[in-house]
């Protein structure tokens, strides 16, 4: 499903998707601007936002709630008609999305697009599959422009619900040494392991089916966590991300909006960790929290 709207409404739109697909948003902005001089897109400038939704009992109840609530943003501002495809699902493994450049040096596309980044760029080439990931989302932007601040060299990197594996394959572009990667669905599992041989860095990361804690993830063990999950899973792992940090290290955190923001930040307090940076992307927030040195 997908539909191209005004991008002050792309963000409510993409709330409204998350709400009631399989929980995974894309949004495709126009290019002609460059962030790196601090460029951002024109806020009305069209965005498409797409979605997919599993064909279950649940699925026309779902679409009808989707459609009841563009119908409600119609009234504010005229919308195109809702876009549908029904995939089989080696189709949906083979969906591709539209290249993008994400803070100061990742660029992102599928296997082949490298000629349209820049020199110096650090290419990480996506086969999502069924695997959501590809940067187009605040969330995933957000995380992306984090590690890449934040990804030291030979850091070791812990990614839960690591999804496609773009945060772990930009944290290894940018410096870290290893990455262990955990997520609970084998769609994401084998999406994962092929990006990450891709883009030729599978002897640096291990991926693993099922979550933490872990003997895969010992305590004490991880300079840099990575949790771009939902408000609800990082409250509930809270002590375990903590768990996992070495002293003084950085957990990256997001997949929530604004409105769960303080219930997150209650949770990692409560785990011992010290809020630091905070970003918002729209409604939606990504935020850094440190161990105890």
Not at 59 to 77: E, F, M, P, Q, V
Not at 98 to 112: A, T
Not at 132 to 147: A, E, I, K, N, S
């Amino acid at each position: 499903m997908s539909i191209e709207a005004p991008g002050e409404y792309a963000e409510t739109i993409s709330g409204l998707f998350a709400r009631y697909s399989d929980g995974a948003v894309a949004l495709e902005e126009a290019g002609g601007y460059n962030p790196d001089e601090g460029e951002s897109p024109p806020t009305d400038a069209p965005v498409t936002v797409r979605t997919y939704l599993k064909i279950d009992d649940s699925t026309d109840d779902r679409k009808a709630r989707i459609d009841l609530g563009l119908r409600l943003i119609a009234h504010l501002y005229p919308l195109p008609p809702l876009q549908e495809r029904e995939l089989e699902e080696e189709s949906w493994r083979k969906q591709e999305f539209e290249p993008i450049r994400v803070g100061k040096r990742l660029f992102i596309g599928p296997p082949g697009a490298s000629a349209s980044g820049r020199a110096g760029d650090l290419f990480i080439p996506l086969e999502p599959g069924m695997a959501f990931g590809t940067g187009h989302h605040p969330t995933t932007r957000m995380c992306l422009q984090l590690v890449e601040s934040l990804a030291r060299p030979g850091a070791r990197v812990l990614d839960v619900g690591c999804g496609s594996g773009i945060l772990g394959i930009a944290a290894l572009l940018c410096g870290a040494g290893s990455v262990v990667g955990f997520d609970i669905e084998d769609e994401a599992i084998e999406a994962s392991r092929g990006n990450f041989e891709q883009a030729g860095l599978a002897d640096q990361a291990a991926i693993h089916l099922g979550t933490i804690p872990s003997d895969e993830a010992p305590a004490d063990s991880f300079d840099l966590v990575l949790a771009n999950i939902s408000s609800k899973v990082v409250i509930e792992l809270a002590p375990e991300l903590s768990a996992c940090l070495s002293p003084g290290g950085a957990l990256i955190c997001s997949g929530f909006m604004e409105e769960r923001q303080t219930e997150v930040e209650e949770a990692l307090a409560i785990a011992g960790l010290a809020i630091g940076e905070v970003s918002v992307g729209g409604e939606w927030v990504a935020a850094v929290a440190r161990a105890k040195s």
